[in-house]
């Protein structure tokens, strides 16, 4: 029969002797796991328990790797529960039950008569009565210690002083762990950032196409590291370029990835056929095929015809590019369809327009006119075209410094919000 707290005096002696007894068997240890259930073996010479466990609240961790990233409580180290959790399990999923009450109340908890608390939702069947103590680091509870027998009447206050006593000394041990565990996690972050911004600059183009009688300016700013911007042009036979630019739904890693197998789809199209519409039909279908449901993406796609300035494009959900004839007035490049990977079969149109000499077409993303919340307001496509127009007579590269110097003014700083991304082209001749 083991020691239960009913049996042990909780003196001074008795306290150090415990709190080394700990801090020996974690003392070699920063990795988070090895340090939890070590804590909980070592309750066992003190407390008798069926089932046992010790769940620190998920925000607290950056990325552990057996417990769903739905739940806000993950099961860290646990004896005589299910090997499995299940992942409806409302106790890890939402914080119910007993465990989570202590989380959020920071209050100790026995009970001697599970059958009887309407708070208890069950992880062993078998379970009769319990204890839960809070785990706290100074003022913040970040997690509980719970231990649980098949008997009745298991737990009394002697039991709470021994597990409190055990918690308050794993928060330090926790706590290293789990500042270790983040440190790790983001020098991990920063270098698959890295990579993935090296990776997606080369998927951009470094420098605009050399067409005679045009000039072209591009900029890419992403809101991270990586974004889910993407502006390309596109060599063809007998001298004409595809032009795209689009927006991934989402940020960062995930969007830049969707990012890539979009390009990847749109280039391997072109290389079988001309036709917009077909060539973006089949890109849309690949898309829904292979992303998730709440994936997509919005993009422009046309090819230009240098020698006699006709473009033909389709619209998938995008933001208008804008027309400016040189007469002043300005046309938006709306036809199309819409936005790609949401529906797998729809059609799409296309629309053909004659750019004349001194016409400027300008295609971007949602962040150069979303400023987002921050600034209260937003430019939209109309105060875009009011500050292209103010600057008309500018080199394209020039227009583009100054639109991102406008836009930052206008938006009180907060211009990047989200990816910031423009092509602008003119017909010189």
Same mark, same amino acid.
């Given at each position: 029969?083991?020691?239960?707290?009913?049996?042990?005096?909780?003196?001074?002696?008795?306290?150090?002797?415990?709190?080394?007894?700990?801090?020996?068997?974690?003392?070699?240890?920063?990795?988070?796991?090895?340090?939890?259930?070590?804590?909980?073996?070592?309750?066992?010479?003190?407390?008798?328990?069926?089932?046992?466990?010790?769940?620190?609240?998920?925000?607290?961790?950056?990325?552990?790797?057996?417990?769903?990233?739905?739940?806000?409580?993950?099961?860290?180290?646990?004896?005589?529960?299910?090997?499995?959790?299940?992942?409806?399990?409302?106790?890890?999923?939402?914080?119910?039950?007993?465990?989570?009450?202590?989380?959020?109340?920071?209050?100790?908890?026995?009970?001697?008569?599970?059958?009887?608390?309407?708070?208890?939702?069950?992880?062993?069947?078998?379970?009769?009565?319990?204890?839960?103590?809070?785990?706290?680091?100074?003022?913040?509870?970040?997690?509980?210690?719970?231990?649980?027998?098949?008997?009745?009447?298991?737990?009394?206050?002697?039991?709470?002083?021994?597990?409190?006593?055990?918690?308050?000394?794993?928060?330090?041990?926790?706590?290293?762990?789990?500042?270790?565990?983040?440190?790790?996690?983001?020098?991990?972050?920063?270098?698959?950032?890295?990579?993935?911004?090296?990776?997606?600059?080369?998927?951009?183009?470094?420098?605009?196409?050399?067409?005679?009688?045009?000039?072209?300016?591009?900029?890419?700013?992403?809101?991270?590291?990586?974004?889910?911007?993407?502006?390309?042009?596109?060599?063809?036979?007998?001298?004409?370029?595809?032009?795209?630019?689009?927006?991934?739904?989402?940020?960062?890693?995930?969007?830049?990835?969707?990012?890539?197998?979009?390009?990847?789809?749109?280039?391997?199209?072109?290389?079988?056929?001309?036709?917009?519409?077909?060539?973006?039909?089949?890109?849309?279908?690949?898309?829904?095929?292979?992303?998730?449901?709440?994936?997509?993406?919005?993009?422009?796609?046309?090819?230009?015809?240098?020698?006699?300035?006709?473009?033909?494009?389709?619209?998938?959900?995008?933001?208008?590019? %804008?027309? #400016?004839?040189?007469? +002043?007035? @300005? $046309?938006?490049?709306?036809?199309? !369809?819409?936005? *790609? =990977?949401?529906?797998?079969?729809?059609?799409?149109?296309?629309?053909?327009?004659?750019?004349?000499?001194?016409?400027? %077409?300008? #295609?971007?993303?949602? +962040?150069? @006119? $979303?400023?987002?919340?921050?600034? !209260?307001?937003? *430019? =939209?496509?109309?105060?875009?075209?009011?500050?292209?127009?103010?600057?008309?007579?500018?080199?394209?590269?020039?227009?583009?410094?100054?639109?991102?110097?406008?836009?930052?003014?206008?938006?009180?700083?907060?211009?990047?919000?989200?990816?910031?991304?423009?092509?602008?082209?003119?017909?010189?001749?």
């Amino acid at each position: 029969m083991a020691k239960t707290g009913k049996h042990i005096n909780m003196n001074s002696e008795f306290k150090y002797g415990l709190l080394m007894d700990i801090i020996e068997k974690v003392r070699t240890t920063l990795d988070l796991e090895e340090v939890l259930n070590h804590i909980i073996d070592s309750i066992k010479n003190l407390i008798n328990y069926d089932s046992a466990g010790i769940y620190v609240l998920k925000k607290e961790l950056p990325a552990f790797p057996h417990s769903h990233h739905r739940h806000i409580i993950a099961g860290l180290a646990q004896r005589g529960f299910p090997l499995t959790a299940r992942e409806d399990d409302e106790m890890l999923l939402l914080g119910k039950g007993i465990i989570g009450y202590v989380i959020k109340s920071g209050e100790t908890v026995i009970i001697d008569d599970v059958r009887l608390d309407n708070r208890y939702y069950e992880g062993c069947s078998t379970t009769l009565s319990e204890i839960t103590v809070p785990i706290f680091v100074g003022d913040h509870v970040i997690g509980a210690l719970n231990l649980e027998s098949n008997q009745l009447n298991s737990y009394n206050e002697g039991d709470a002083e021994i597990l409190q006593f055990i918690s308050h000394a794993a928060a330090i041990s926790i706590e290293k762990a789990i500042l270790h565990q983040q440190i790790i996690e983001k020098k991990y972050i920063e270098n698959q950032l890295k990579l993935a911004q090296t990776v997606q600059l080369c998927l951009l183009p470094i420098t605009p196409p050399n067409l005679e009688n045009y000039e072209i300016a591009s900029l890419n700013i992403p809101d991270f590291n990586v974004g889910g911007d993407y502006f390309d042009y596109i060599e063809l036979p007998n001298g004409k370029i595809g032009i795209v630019i689009a927006d991934v739904s989402g940020k960062g890693i995930p969007a830049a990835l969707i990012m890539a197998t979009f390009r990847a789809s749109l280039r391997t199209q072109m290389q079988y056929q001309t036709d917009i519409p077909h060539i973006v039909q089949n890109v849309n279908r690949f898309l829904y095929e292979s992303t998730s449901p709440e994936t997509f993406v919005t993009t422009v796609f046309g090819i230009l015809e240098p020698s006699t300035g006709i473009f033909t494009y389709t619209n998938c959900g995008h933001p208008p590019p %804008l027309l #400016f004839r040189k007469n +002043g007035t @300005i $046309e938006h490049l709306a036809c199309g !369809g819409l936005i *790609l =990977g949401f529906i797998a079969d729809i059609t799409f149109k296309s629309e053909t327009v004659q750019l004349s000499k001194q016409d400027l %077409l300008a #295609f971007f993303t949602d +962040g150069v @006119i $979303e400023f987002g919340e921050e600034s !209260g307001q937003e *430019l =939209g496509s109309a105060g875009l075209a009011q500050l292209i127009s103010s600057h008309i007579h500018q080199s394209t590269p020039q227009m583009i410094e100054s639109l991102v110097k406008n836009t930052k003014i206008l938006s009180n700083g907060h211009v990047h919000h989200d990816d910031f991304t423009i092509m602008i082209l003119r017909r010189c001749i």
